[in-house]
């Protein structure tokens, strides 16, 4: 599996226990069946892990005080999680003192009984060397009980290996997930009712890698923009955007392949999948990264960043935002309208007016999904440093060409990075400022669907 963003990276090279938590995605899928209350429950429970990630000292008292569930609720989800075999008491229950073990249910197929006889052997040392016990190691590898290195030498492969995804401990309280008396993320997915929304919560992360790809892969889910040519100059060109709709190739990640089962169903999958989306960027989870791209395909170079989107609204205060403000107030001085700067910053983030390098010929505008709530790890840092670095060299940019063509554009703009980048403004409305670490100001705020099958895998797009 590829890491994700909250994997821990960098000098240190290992977990930094108290940022994050990890669940494994086939179990926490059948968690999912039980229920949106049962879900929020079970990632309370995770999130008390200790360095094992599996062995969890909360309990009902833990999930009372992040969630809005009573002493009673909570234990009606944990004795359905205990009937269900996704949580196991070890010591404690009942008590203030509680051992939970969280284990990983098992996906594989069964042994047959071939199998699970040399699977026996073979942990005592025994290699198989007649024709039926090769035929019956070849079955074992199939599903996944035993393996073979490239001396061929056979193990016995006892635990399943999990699919991780790693949460941070701020979707169930502050950074260390202490509770704070207010509402938690967590909390708030579970109010929506939408336990497909928590188990997209689980698969976004899994799929997240902020310092290669700024958030999840433009190939798994987008936001898409219309573009035209407004103007070309002897070194940049000017570029107008608006928004199309959003995107997800349900069959492209794995992960995501459980939201569209069948061609047949693809219509119910997109709506349904367009909800849960939605139901994470109403409970502050999911934000959307604009960015100036190279072109329009998946794997195309970002250029720079161009808004941060929380609730449909782009966040003014955000470094990417203030970016995308020079941006727009130079490509309206280039065409002459600085008059009209302030109605375009008014517009996104349903439209825009940018700035690319004349050899930019499919410059566009993407739209990528990014969860708010971040463990601070290695790749966290590497994604800030380079969009610090990025930010700094286009601003320097597009002042210097404000300065040139409409020097009365860049007082206003000015102030807010300058607000951004004032320490002593630490207020904030929104209770978990830190859990982004600098890349977040300290300032906040707080459809119909169609579809269509795409014969290189089912493509959702919202209206």
């Known amino acids: 599996m590829t890491e994700t963003s909250s994997t821990p990276r960098g000098v240190l090279g290992k977990p930094q226990r108290g940022s994050f938590f990890l669940i494994d995605l086939p179990t926490f ?22 360095a094992d990630n599996r062995t969890s000292t909360w309990s009902r008292e833990a999930i009372n005080q992040r969630t809005g569930l009573n002493w009673r609720k909570a234990d009606a989800c944990l004795k359905q999680l205990e009937a269900a075999n996704l949580i196991r008491w070890l010591d404690g229950k009942g008590t203030r003192k509680p051992r939970i073990d969280l284990p990983p249910v098992e996906t594989r197929r069964p042994m047959q009984r071939q199998v699970d006889a040399l699977a026996q052997k073979i942990s005592n040392g025994f ?11 070849a079955l074992g590898k199939d599903a996944g009980w ?50 497909m929304a928590f188990r997209l919560l689980a698969d976004l992360y899994s799929l997240q890698d902020l310092a290669e790809l700024g958030g999840v892969s433009r190939y798994d889910l987008c936001k898409e923009f219309s573009r035209e040519n407004r103007l070309r100059t002897a070194s940049l060109a000017v570029w107008g955007f608006n928004h199309k709709h959003m995107s997800a190739r349900v069959k492209g990640a794995v992960a995501l392949s459980h939201h569209a089962q069948t061609p047949t169903e693809t219509k119910n999958a997109a709506a349904a999948l367009f909800d849960s989306v939605s139901v994470l960027e109403d409970a502050g989870a999911l934000e959307w990264a604009l960015y100036m791209a190279e072109s329009e395909e998946d794997d195309s170079n970002l250029i720079y960043p161009v808004a941060v989107v929380r609730h449909g609204k782009v966040v003014a205060t955000e470094l990417e935002s203030i970016v995308g403000a020079y941006a727009t107030r130079a490509a309206c001085a280039l065409l002459d309208i ?20 004349r050899l930019a010929r499919q410059a566009s505008l993407v739209g990528i999904p990014r969860l708010r709530h971040r463990a601070k790890t290695g790749n966290a840092s590497r994604w800030f440093a380079n969009t610090t670095e990025v930010s700094g060299e286009y601003i320097s940019l597009f002042r210097g060409l404000l300065a040139e063509h409409a020097p009365t554009l860049l007082p206003e703009v000015d102030r807010r990075l300058a607000d951004f980048n004032d320490g002593s403004t630490s207020s904030s409305t929104f209770l978990q400022r830190d859990i982004n670490g600098p890349s977040e100001s300290s300032k906040h705020e707080g459809t119909a669907l169609r579809s269509h099958f795409d014969p290189d895998g089912f493509i959702a797009r919202s209206a």
Not at 29 to 50: F, P
Not at 166 to 181: A, D, H, I
Request: with cysteine; hydrophobic share 40%.
């Open 29 to 50: 899928a059948k968690v999912c069946e039980l229920g949106a209350d049962v879900c929020a429950s079970y990632l309370v429970l995770a999130a008390g892990t200790g």
């Open 127 to 137: 290699q198989p060397g007649t024709p039926g016990e090769k035929a019956a190691a």
């Open 146 to 195: 035993l393996a073979a290195d490239d001396a061929g030498l056979w193990t016995f492969i006892r635990d399943r290996p999990i699919i991780k995804a790693y949460l941070p401990n701020s979707l169930v309280g502050n950074e260390t997930g202490k509770p704070t008396g207010y509402s938690t993320v967590v909390d708030r997915i579970r109010i929506s009712r939408d336990v």
């Open 338 to 357: 600085a008059e009209d700067a302030k109605a375009w910053e008014d517009h996104m983030p349903h439209g825009f007016l940018l700035l690319a390098d």
